[in-house]
């Protein structure tokens, strides 16, 4: 999440019943008395959501607590709003409406939007189709290198943009998206697929103007922010505060009932805490752990779990070597080895521990990364189908009974590469590990916990904290070996938490396809029973697990796909870089005389619609 959007900073997951997802949740029911007096003015709610945020550019935002804000600032072609029952629903924005796609000859799609008239910025100039067609452009581009880049892979022409494996990109590709006049906007995308309308509500597909970002510190100044959603940015006091006030030129500015949102910026949850209770602040995205029983007794009207579609894992860097040094493995060998102490690690925790004495907030844990809740094409679990077990879901036990044997089944795979004195139970030549983790009470309990458990075989792991963007800088850029990371859904269907591991992409945190990894050829597949003209043995990972990817997503048959999703998420967890621990709920204080407040299945908090009672 912070996020998959992303990545996460807090502590959330992902349980969702059967019927959650159909893009309905509830609003926080806050009936009863406060325990807490909340201070104010009528048309000013302030919250905390986050530390400084990465980025307030829409196309380089990757986290869901830019998302939040960014969301807040612009208006795109559709929107997660809520309904007469005070649920989360998507609904078009400034589309006039949803419209489904036509059929072209050549096996694509053409959708076809009407923008509203009496759109404007927040400057009062109108918002055109030529907007979408810059912003878009502009989000994929080579030159910008967003994070979310790929999330315009089903439009025709990203292909021409972002080739495969040893193919130049084609000079002057644009996305095939075409404004026909100022408010008629044209997109043909290569596949049609059931989460568009999710993808149009997303903070990368929000527009922004030419002349705007022209200036390249248009998104740190105030005074340069130009937005056209339902608040302007009116005061950004770096690490501290940004104010966002009611922009008077939003085209449904009748509809947004809170004039001033102020998102203090802060990562210590018990400064967090403080502020809440003393009622300085209606609402808080993260406790301090410690805290989460007695909150939920003595806070019952203003405690909330949401549902959430994300995992929190443990992230390895796949181009760190982890042998001992006097091993000589090396090339495919060494990372086939590392690949089974990865998995073996991973074996060592006690997930059912971090979610009950950590995390507090009826986490799951985990045996997947895919989140539990997305379900498959039969409209059961996705993860009822992962692993090969016929024992258990998923990868691994993930139950409380397996602990001891899954600890026992790990320190036998280590023997194979570490020496290991059975007098004492430990391993005497494991290389020290560092643990990365961006500041956070329940970021470093988890670490402290690994690395007792750890300390238990002899296995030494230090940790490192940094702060937020720091922590972000230094994990995309690979520095670390091991990291914590979290993911949330940014729409519902597996590829979303596929697709990210594509050597390209720039979420790709754990190094896939890249460094010394680039180069490794030592994976298969075979599409042929797919109809597909692909049966790549000892390939690379650009050959096989991006070529999968680049598959699942034009191939309009939806049990092949979901087929191939699984092949996908058994080869990134082959690798071992991927430690799941726990699907993510979302849990965060709301003072109970605030009513409008929602959130969405992504974990976006909505302001808006906020009223005092």
Not at 12 to 39: E, I, Y
Not at 127 to 135: G, K, P
Not at 414 to 441: C, I
Request: charged share 25%.
């Amino acid at each position: 999440k912070r996020r998959k959007i992303m990545k996460k900073q807090h502590m959330k997951k992902a349980l969702v019943s059967a019927l959650a997802f159909v893009m309905v949740f509830g609003l926080a029911a806050c009936g009863g008395k406060s325990s807490n007096k909340s201070k104010h003015d009528a048309d000013t709610i302030s919250v905390c959501i986050a530390s400084e945020p990465e980025t307030m550019d829409p196309a380089r935002n990757s986290t869901v607590d830019g998302g939040t804000m960014t969301l807040h600032l612009f208006s795109g072609l559709a929107k997660w709003d809520s309904d007469k029952d005070g649920k989360a629903v998507l609904k078009a924005d400034l589309a006039e409406k949803l419209v489904d796609p036509v059929a072209n000859e050549d096996g694509t799609y053409t959708y076809t939007y009407k923008i509203r008239k009496g759109a404007k910025w927040s400057d009062g100039k109108p918002v055109t189709a030529h907007d979408f067609v810059f912003a878009w452009n502009r989000a994929v581009s080579r030159e910008l290198a967003a994070d979310y880049s790929n999330m315009f892979q089903l439009i025709k022409g990203y292909d021409d943009i972002w080739p495969g494996e040893d193919k130049e990109p084609v000079p002057g590709a644009k996305l095939d998206v075409t404004a026909v006049d100022d408010n008629t906007l044209q997109v043909v995308v290569k596949n049609k697929v059931s989460y568009w309308n999710e993808l149009l509500a997303f903070p990368t597909y929000l527009p922004v103007r030419e002349d705007v970002v022209s200036d390249e510190s248009w998104a740190t100044s105030p005074e340069k922010y130009v937005s056209n959603g339902a608040y302007k940015l009116k005061e950004w006091k770096h690490n501290s505060l940004i104010v966002l006030e009611k922009n008077e030129n939003y085209i449904d500015k009748k509809d947004v009932t809170m004039k001033t949102i102020k998102f203090y910026l802060s990562d210590d949850t018990n400064n967090m805490l403080t502020n809440f209770k003393n009622g300085d602040w209606q609402m808080i995205d993260s406790m301090p752990s410690n805290e989460m029983d007695s909150l939920k007794k003595d806070y019952k009207d203003e405690y909330h779990v949401a549902d959430q579609l994300g995992t929190y894992y443990m992230g390895w860097n796949i181009n760190k070597r982890i042998l001992p040094e006097d091993s000589t493995l090396t090339g495919v060998e060494a990372e086939k080895a590392q690949a089974e102490i990865r998995q073996a690690i991973g074996l060592m925790i006690d997930r059912n521990y971090i979610v009950n004495e950590i995390g507090k907030a009826d986490q799951i844990p985990a045996s997947t990364f895919v989140a539990k809740a997305l379900k498959d094409s039969d409209g059961k679990s996705f993860a009822a189908k992962a692993g090969k077990s016929k024992d258990y879901e998923g990868y691994y036990d993930a139950s409380s009974e397996a602990v001891k044997s899954n600890y026992k089944k790990a320190v036998e795979i280590l023997k194979k590469y570490y020496k290991y004195d059975e007098k004492s139970g430990k391993f005497t030549n494991v290389p020290t590990l560092t643990y990365l983790y961006n500041t956070d009470d329940a970021h470093k309990a988890i670490g402290e916990y690994i690395q007792s458990t750890l300390a238990n075989a002899g296995i030494k792991l230090q940790l490192e904290n940094q702060e937020w963007a720091t922590f972000l800088t230094t994990r995309k850029a690979g520095d670390f070996t091991i990291a914590r990371n979290g993911w949330v859904a940014d729409y519902n269907d597996p590829t979303t938490f596929l697709e990210m591991w594509q050597t390209h992409s720039g979420n790709n945190d754990m190094q896939f396809g890249k460094g010394e990894h680039q180069n490794l050829a030592m994976y298969d597949l075979d599409l042929t029973k797919f109809g597909k003209d692909v049966n790549v043995k000892n390939g690379t990972w650009a050959q096989t697990y991006d070529v999968l990817i680049d598959a699942i997503k034009t191939t309009p048959d939806d049990k092949a796909r979901y087929e191939m999703m699984h092949m996908a998420e058994d080869m990134i967890m082959s690798t071992g870089c991927i430690t799941p621990l726990y699907h993510y709920t979302d849990p965060y204080l709301l003072a109970s005389d605030v009513e409008g407040f929602y959130k969405s299945p992504l974990g976006f908090s909505f302001f808006w619609h906020c009223k005092y009672k």
